[in-house]
């Protein structure tokens, strides 16, 4: 079927026959997030024709896609993955050939607080978005957003595909379920699904309650005299961090193979919060003993303590590798929010302080309501 593609530069008849005939369409649950908007830009540089569920807010939250600047170029399709209809929805409005399913409720401490509702969005979710799949069309493709906190505690390090899984958290216990129905609609349907049991992955763009992102804005405010201390929670906790940007090429990966698979993506190489602490406050010329507190309000009642992947799969059948490494990472988060916070004390907005919803929103459905 020949696609009409709004974002394509014409150079012949020809030329424009071709492209539109080969350009892919995908479909990224999520795309207002971290991850989301980095695999928009990456997928729009591949040729992609990008679509993106996004849920209705009071205040609307495309910061991050204007970030990275693809916000007129990405479609919006409302949806939310309590809700099946919108699913469908989303998928037969977009007709994708691959469907990267980032949504969820991410957060592993907003978890305790809200267990019932994260099984339903990060568990159920991932079965509401299969489902539709095995009934629409079974050959879009699926990609199903995993992650390392599967491993808990309970296994030695570094952690690869065949590792056991120990789930400490409402998160990756939801995580867990979305996992094996991925592999199960896999088996079951000979639909193309895999797992992409990704590491932790930061940016300048992740939220703000996550660890790396409170510290390198911790960081940034204390820089500029907002806040005189840091308060955290489990310093000792070991994490395995890459850069987000590096991470959303290994989905696309993932979903080019001839066959689907679960791959673990990492850095290999693990450090705890505190030296992450330690590293941001030298990368801003401060000495880190001076401004951190620990708050056990922000000790959770379960944690994971070690978490350090081995991406070898990734790296002999994928050819995936990291780039940036840990003090790299932790440099670029810190100069991105002083950064910020310098242009806020001169007067500019923060992204994420969006006045509006801009006029170039482009929000499909089948009943446009725009
Ligand atoms: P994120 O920034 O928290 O983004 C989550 C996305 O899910 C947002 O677009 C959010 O929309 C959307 N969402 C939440 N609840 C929803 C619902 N009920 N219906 C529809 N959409 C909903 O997360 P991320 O860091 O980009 O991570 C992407 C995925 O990878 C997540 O599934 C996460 O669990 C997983 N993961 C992340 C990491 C990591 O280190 N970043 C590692 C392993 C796995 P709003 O913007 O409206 O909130
Ligand atoms: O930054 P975090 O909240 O990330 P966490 O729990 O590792 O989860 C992230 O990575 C997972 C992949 O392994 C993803 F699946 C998940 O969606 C999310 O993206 O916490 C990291 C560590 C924890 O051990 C936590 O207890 O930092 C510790 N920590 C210490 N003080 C803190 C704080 N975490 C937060 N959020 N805030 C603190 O003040």
Known sequence: MIRFAANLNILSVVDFQLRVITMKRALITGITGQDGAYLAKFLLKKGYQVFGTFRRTSTPNFWRLQEVEVFDQVNLIPADLIDSASIAEAITVAEPDEVYHLAAQSFVGASFEQPIGTGNVTGLGVTRVLEVIRLINKDIKFYQASTSELYGNGNAHPQREESSFMPQSPYSAA???????????????DIFACNGVLFNHESPLRGLEFVTRK???????????????????????????????????????MMQQDTPDDYVIA???????QEFAEKAFEVAGLNWEKYVIVDKRFIR????????????????KLGWEPKVKFDRLVEIMVKADIDRWNKWLHGERFPWDAPH??????????????
């Open 175 to 189: 995580k867990l379920y979305g996992y094996w129905i991925t592999r199960i609609y896999r088996e079951a349907y």
């Open 215 to 253: 510290i390198s804005n911790g960081v940034a405010r204390i820089v500029i005299g907002m806040d005189k201390t840091l308060p955290l929670g489990n310093l000792k906790a070991r994490r395995d961090w890459g850069y987000a940007p590096e991470y959303v090429e290994s989905m696309w990966l």
């Open 267 to 273: 850095t290999n190489e693990a450090c705890t919060v």
């Open 301 to 316: 009642p379960l944690d994971v303590n070690y978490l350090q992947g081995d991406y070898s799969k990734a790296r002999e």
């Open 357 to 370: 919803y801009p006029a170039e929103t482009r929000i499909l459905t089948r009943s446009l309501r725009m």
